[in-house]
């Protein structure tokens, strides 16, 4: 008997392994999370930034920025653009007042930006509270290319902005967004409350967001007015999430301190 129970034990010890590491396989993508709204998938780390666009069965999930990135080791087209013509990204991008600098893309193509393209007929994909600085985007002679999104097909885009670097392609050029082809079918592209600096980025134009120079994008009313809650200010409410420096600086978090 012991003998059988012996060589069952052992016929069963190879599966509860196989399982174990699955398990760990699974808590242990990006940096945690599951991708739900509840539970969204979290990003730490450069790396864990770059993996995204090489998951795109994870371009329906719900991710949250956890720490200021800095994407300056990704160069030429080493940097793996979220989402496709033909596989959109249609999830959440919570970037959590955090933001995303020296993203740097040069290639020849179309839909070019930190987002390739966003939305579809049928779903809207979503980026909030998220601030690209020094972003430098070259598409040669393509089409569709902005900093933060190259073409958005439906979606929603609130609370962005983009100030330093460049973004540069043939035709439809956007300082924060490329194209909107939502107002062509039966989608409607969303921006709210976003900026992009006209100075640094050389596009006056987006298909989405708002222009200021760089002085305006340095100066608190331009956020406030928009309804950025400020220290300081309770008419967009009392949770205190930005600060800012005027004339030196662009929006903070209120715990983070200048980077220089």
Known sequence: MKE?????????????????????????????????????????????????GVNPDDFNKHFKLMADIDLSSFTGTDFNIIGTWDNSFIGVFDGNGHTISNFTYTCQGDDVGLFGCIGSFWEKGEIKDLGLINPNVDAGTGWSVGSLVGDMDDGTITRCYSEGGSVSGDQIIGGLVGEDTSVFDIGIGTFSNSFWDVETSGQLTSSGGTGKTTAEMQIRSTFTNAGWDFVDETANGTEDVWWILEGQDYPRLWWEPLSY
């Open 4 to 52: 059988v129970i012996t060589s069952r034990i052992l016929r069963i010890i190879p599966f509860l392994v196989a399982v174990c590491f699955m398990s760990l396989d699974a808590q242990a993508k990006y940096g945690g999370g599951s991708g739900t709204a509840e539970n969204p998938y979290l990003i730490y780390t450069p790396e864990q930034m770059n993996s995204i």
